[in-house]
């Protein structure tokens, strides 16, 4: 299925504007925050992390266990080709900072194994090389080895703070979280230089969990100074050898707070191409009201794909020119609402293509915290996309809207449920469909009108620190699978996770 990328929000970017206290909230990078809860509409139990810990040597070890089951189905198919069971086993291990010379050094790891219970094991073609159709394959269904547990290990590092006097250094399996983010198997090392500048190095082999990462390399440093108590300017170079492909990727940042916001100024340097962006917060103190304003802009066309986007699965390929802009605002009032509006519009001066295409955004929200009980929390949200036509594709327009609902029921107990819906105008260029008899076909410049609507249901409980249950319930209905088969329109997900914390 083929839809275009700017079709429709991801529930996480319509939660981030939605009111949270019974007064207005404070100020937060040009936005509300949610409730903790809210965020298992987007990914159902969260794990949460020990804080407690457990004394060891002096010092203490803090650790959660979460263990994570899905289930998906459908009507698809009398052999269960519509259904797919898979089972998460998470371990997160810390310690506090142990003294180590004139420092600290501090241990953390964090690991997943998996399996897909019942897998892609070629139920329709009878052998074990796939399914020709299988609805729910997904990474877990093509790992190097089939059917068998599929680890991760995403952490595992040693940070020594001071050891060496005004250094921090980290080594293992770590990620690099300075002006970019690259998970790798290395060292990141920082170096306080006076009271105003901070230089820093990162380096070592890009890691992967889709491919053998074989002889790449990532290289890189930045420095970040202090020009004046509210002004602050970084700099960072990044050196990429993946798969075959050099990458020069370069990025400059300055950031300045002032009374009631912020504002700040980027630019990304990738192999000649040219990059701007820019946000801006504000809050009203006197009224409430929050204004925000958004830019990014591609100065000019990008020609050589390269693999810069952690972690090193996504390539950053050929992309037009574009300018786009976004202005929000939000009001808060009679002290359990909040109304918020946004517009936002790209506009393409390179060649469009299916991919990168101009168009305007309307969206609203209405929010209401604190009725008719103190810890209840409704949403409802509204967005218009207006998508221009392209040399091989035609207009586009998309409504969808949806309502949230959270309950806090006991200190234990939480509560959530709602439902979204999406309208699409589908106009592609190439439709790969399946006939009756699961033979391949393709059908040129088919339209189809579509739907979609999501509705979900959840809860949590904790009846001790040491314990968090929850279950998470999803129902999609939609009409795009009319001419294939119609079990595939309706498709559940139910989520269950157990985190234990200690």
Not at 63 to 71: A, Q
Request: charged letters at 20%.
């Amino acid at each position: 299925m083929h839809r275009h990328p700017s079709w429709g929000i991801p529930l996480a970017a319509m939660l981030c504007i939605i009111a949270l206290a019974a007064e207005a909230p404070a100020f937060e990078q040009g936005d509300y925050t949610t409730p903790d809860s809210w965020s298992r509409q987007v990914s159902p139990g969260q794990m949460q992390e020990s804080a407690t810990g457990i004394g060891l040597g002096g010092t203490k070890v803090y650790t959660t266990l979460t263990s994570r089951y899905r289930l998906r189905f459908n009507d698809f198919g009398s052999n269960h080709l519509g259904n797919d069971q898979d089972f998460y086993q998470y371990l997160r291990v810390r310690t506090d900072s142990a003294k180590l010379g004139s420092g600290t050094v501090s241990l953390s790891a964090y690991a997943r194994f998996a399996a897909d219970v019942n897998g892609d094991k070629g139920k329709y073609e009878g052998n074990r090389n796939g399914d020709l159709y299988y609805y729910y394959r997904d990474a877990l269904d093509t790992q190097l080895k089939h059917d068998e547990w599929a680890p991760r290990f995403y952490v595992g590092t040693a940070t020594f703070d001071g050891v060496v006097k005004n250094t921090k250094a980290t080594v293992g399996r770590l990620t690099t979280s300075h002006l970019n983010d690259f998970v790798l198997d290395g060292g990141d090392v920082g170096v306080k230089l006076g009271d105003k500048a901070t230089a820093y190095v990162y380096g070592g082999k890009p890691v992967s969990f889709y491919y053998h990462t074989g002889h790449d390399l990532l290289a890189g440093g930045g420095a970040t100074y202090q020009l004046a108590p509210h002004t602050r300017f970084a700099g960072e170079y990044t050196r990429l050898s993946t798969k075959g492909v050099d990458t020069d990727y370069g990025k400059m940042r300055i950031d300045q707070t002032f009374a009631g916001g912020s504002a700040s100024l980027g630019s990304t340097v990738m192999n000649g191409a040219v990059g701007l962006n820019g946000e801006m917060g504000y809050e009203v103190a006197a009224t409430g009201t929050i204004l925000t304003a958004t830019y990014h802009g591609m100065l000019n066309d990008v020609g050589t794909a390269s693999y810069v986007v952690n972690p090193l699965t996504d390539v950053v390929g050929v992309e037009s020119r574009y300018n786009k802009y976004e202005l929000g605002a939000h009001q808060a009032f009679l002290n359990h609402f909040v109304l918020g509006i946004r517009f936002q519009e790209r506009i393409v001066t390179g060649p469009e293509n299916f991919g990168n295409r101009s168009y305007e955004r309307i969206g609203g929200t209405f929010d209401i915290s604190g009725l008719p009980h103190k810890d209840t929390y409704i949403s409802f949200s509204a967005d218009y996309w207006g998508v221009r036509r392209t040399p091989i594709s035609n207009s586009n327009d998309s409504i969808q809207y949806g309502v949230q609902v959270g309950q806090k029921l006991t200190k234990a107990v939480d509560i959530w449920a709602g439902t979204s819906y999406n309208r699409y105008d589908y106009d592609q260029n190439l439709n790969l469909s399946l006939s009756p008899d699961y033979s391949t076909g393709y059908n040129y410049y088919a339209k189809k009108m579509d739907w979609s609507r999501n509705y979900y249901i959840g809860a949590q409980y904790r009846p001790t620190k040491m314990i968090s249950l929850s279950a998470d319930v999803n129902l999609e209905h939609g009409s795009f699978y009319n001419d294939l088969n119609n079990g595939l329109n309706t498709n559940y997900t139910t989520e269950l996770w157990a985190n234990i914390i200690f």
